[in-house]
């Protein structure tokens, strides 16, 4: 049987390189979208040892007949668009970039699919920031109306909404997953999990003497990105396209990703360096984002494996390993 294809944007990001583990550990033959840069960075790719094995076509996500050019090259049987400005702390710095690449590159994309491979089954990476701090019972799942609350969740709305278009549409198999929080040693330096990782390590390693951070009064449902991708594929294995959340259904604190962080390396009281300051807290803040992921555990069989004390300790030990090296 002739190799299925599977075309990822956002390769060189968190949940790129995952992703491509497991198409590749599955036999597909896996595209990896990246930008033009006079100097790449593989470093997660090579993280999860993947470099070598994925074929890399140069396109963006804003330039839509680059994007016709590579569809027409590849023809992929499945697409997962992970491509995004994902951070929302600067999609206020930077809202027009944030939605050119997350609004109009996921119409530029599926206009590149419909036009020549319409057959082929889509993932976007949409969000549970979508919900804001709108829930049903304390709770975040496929019937909460979506409240967005920022200029990242505002231009993933959009993205969501043309996704279901193409699908009533055209026919055409396009899933969202309404994805929570997923975190991993190759997460972004600047989100909070990774900030806190690094930070603590650094700390404990005599290289710095503070932590500076925003609002930690809130609270994510936080998983890991390994278990995420198979949900991103299990959607696209299924015989219908639809719409689902994933997240764990656990909740902790970001108080609690401290302790957590900083007891694994023996230190009990972290308040002792961890320092506020307002220049990373957010005009409008998302203040828990806790996920019910019912439908994908009964529609696909998708759990989460790993929990939040592993997931810290997973990220603490990397960056151990990293920066004493
Ligand atoms: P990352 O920010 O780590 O990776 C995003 C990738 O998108 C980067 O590799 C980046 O490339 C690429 N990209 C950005 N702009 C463009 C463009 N114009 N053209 C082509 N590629 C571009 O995100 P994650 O891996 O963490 O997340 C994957 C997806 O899931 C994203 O869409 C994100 O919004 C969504 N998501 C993630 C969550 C999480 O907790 N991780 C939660 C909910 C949704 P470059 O290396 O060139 O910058
Ligand atoms: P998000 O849920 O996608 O916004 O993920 P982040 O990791 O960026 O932020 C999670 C939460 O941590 C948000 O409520 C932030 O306001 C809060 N936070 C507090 N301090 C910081 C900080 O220094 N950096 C980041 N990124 N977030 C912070």
């Known amino acids: 049987m002739a190799k299925k294809t599977a075309l990822v944007t956002g390769i060189l990001g968190q949940d790129g390189p995952y992703l491509a583990r497991l198409l590749l550990d599955k036999g597909y033959k896996v595209y990896g979208l990246i930008r033009r840069y006079s100097n790449p960075n593989f470093g997660n790719t090579d993280y999860l040892g993947v470099t070598n094995d994925v074929e890399f076509v140069t396109g963006d996500m804003t330039d839509e007949k680059s ?87 505002v231009s993933k709305l959009y993205a969501y909404w043309m996704t279901v278009n193409f699908r009533e549409s055209y026919g055409m198999f396009c899933c969202n997953g309404l994805l929570f929080n997923h975190e991993s040693p190759i997460r972004g330096q600047e989100f909070v999990t990774r900030k806190i990782s690094s930070g603590a390590v650094k700390i404990k390693l005599g290289l710095a003497d503070e932590l500076i951070l925003g609002n930690i009064d809130g609270r994510r449902d936080w998983g890991f990105a390994g278990d995420y991708v198979e949900a991103m594929w299990l959607m696209l294995q299924h015989e219908r396209p639809d719409d689902y959340v994933i997240a764990t259904g656990e909740i902790h604190s970001i108080r609690e990703f401290l302790d957590t962080a900083f007891r694994r390396l023996g230190i009990n009281d972290w308040g002792r360096y961890v320092r506020f300051d307002s220049k990373f807290s957010r005009p409008t803040e998302v203040y828990t984002l806790w996920g019910n992921s019912e439908k994908a555990n009964k529609t696909l069989g998708w759990y989460p494996k790993a929990r939040f004390e592993a997931i810290v300790h997973m990220m603490v030990d990397a960056d151990l390993e990293r920066l004493s090296a």
């Open 67 to 153: 994007l016709m050019t590579i569809f027409k090259l590849i023809t992929p049987d499945e697409v997962y668009n992970l491509a995004a400005q994902s951070f929302v702390g600067v999609s206020w710095e930077q809202p027009k970039t944030t939605t050119e690449i997350n609004s109009l590159g996921v119409l530029y994309l599926l206009n590149a699919m419909r036009s020549f491979a319409p057959n082929a089954r889509l993932f976007q990476a949409s969000t549970g920031d979508l919900f804001g701090n709108n829930n049903i019972n304390g709770i975040q799942n496929e019937d909460v109306p979506f409240k967005p609350r920022s200029p990242y969740a």
